[in-house]
């Protein structure tokens, strides 16, 4: 017979050898990976071009291909690009304590605001992470992670209006990642930019936070799906409904500049539409903060949209949107870029030097605003200058437009996309959505210092006032 102490010696033991048992690195043959599959065929029409990084910035030539929410369906996909692996999440107690009561760190600008307070009047905090949030759908991945579909769990004190168990857009990225294609500040920027603005026309960030592995971000979920879905179903759009997407966007991206930040990857994949058929700017990953005299040297973007003097590495600021602007007004009238090309080294040469024709079947006020915004030189461009942007809402093509009303969301669209619900997801490309959605697990970096202060809660307008 085993004694009784003897049986806690043998279960001290036991617990002491199983508390050593290790789990095989991720170098391992055996182990999974959570790929970043390439949204086309493995048969990229458009490789990355061969230029030089430019000293002291990161080179970020974002291939269309690779757009963060989502593919392009101009190009056919291949049977073998949406394999995901399922694996369990072994990073369901890796959360990270947020103050619900405002903003961490200096550059957020959130108030003090009270969600809860315990008996003797003290601020609560609560603990927030992926476990807050119930995936409901895949509808995006790109080259750092992916763009989930979820509900916010009502069983914890929130900072939203109380209401809880909202749905969201839940954009995960991974910081293994971001630290190896040396991203970090642009996945910073990113953040602290989304605390700093609140437009009728941008989608609006109400969390964010991060794990030993991966960074959130918890938006308003646009469920009408991307302008590109819309743009590819039509074909083209009309003057009068291209006017009311193009007058919104503007609307955005004069805001933007307004506060200093310039966009950087204006394009159709980077603009969802809402319910009632508003267009609505997503994805800063691009975006910087740049003075009225100041220049930024980076390479970024997504070809197609790209102005010739971010191709030139000349420096380029605000006058680089009002070209992205350009090219998708050009191709919402017409369905196509101005400059396409299957070889991204003859791409980039046609857009620095070939003369962008204009359709015929254009209204002349039309040729006139895309001539204006299509110039190479940025000087000469429409939209250059202090106040450039009040030249572009003054142009004849927008008379139409009432901008005090269009900033009141008071201009109805005439088209309104298919929408069941608040979740619905008919709308997305079902590349994505049939797809089983799984937060995989993701290796820790060993760098652990990269994104201090990147926690956020959006202030409560109801305890405020």
Known sequence: MVSTSQKKSLHSLLAANLGKLTIPSSSSSTAHHDFDFPPFSSHDPNPS?????????????????????GPSPRFAQSSNSLAFVDELDSQSDDEAEIDVGGGLGTDCAVGEKQVGVGASGEKLAVKIG???????????????????????????????????DGIFAMKVMRKETIIKKNHVDYMKAERDILTKVVHPFIVQLRYSFQTKSKLYLILDFINGGHLFFHLYRQGIFSEDQARLYA??????????????????????????MDADGHVMLTDFGLA??????GRSNSLCGTMEYMAPEILLAKGHNKEADWW???????????????????NRKKLQEKIIKEKVKLPPMLTAEAHSLLKGLLQKDPSKRLGNGPNGDNQIKSHKWFHSINWKKLEARELRPKFKPDVSGLDCTANFDK???????????????????HFQGYTYVAPNPWLSS
Request: hydrophobic content about 35%.
């Open 431 to 449: 590349c994505w959505t049939s797809v089983s959605p799984v937060d995989s697990p993701a290796p820790t970096p060993t760098a652990s210092d």
């Open 324 to 342: 992205s602007i350009g090219i998708l007004l050009y191709e919402m009238l017409t369905g196509k870029a101005p400059f396409t090309h299957a």
């Open 247 to 272: 007058a919104e966007i503007v609307s955005a991206v004069s805001y933007l500049h307004k506060c200093g930040i310039v966009h950087r990857d204006l394009k159709p994949e980077n603009i969802l």
């Open 49 to 69: 071009p061969s230029t030089s990084a430019i000293p002291g910035s990161p080179q970020v030539i974002q291939s269309r291909s690779h757009s963060f929410v």
């Open 130 to 164: 992926p476990g807050d949030f119930q995936i409901l759908r895949l509808v995006g991945q790109g080259a750092f992670g992916k763009v989930f579909l979820v509900r916010k769990r009502s069983d914890r004190l929130d900072g939203d209006g109380g209401g809880g």
């Open 288 to 293: 910087k903060e740049i003075d009225e005299s």
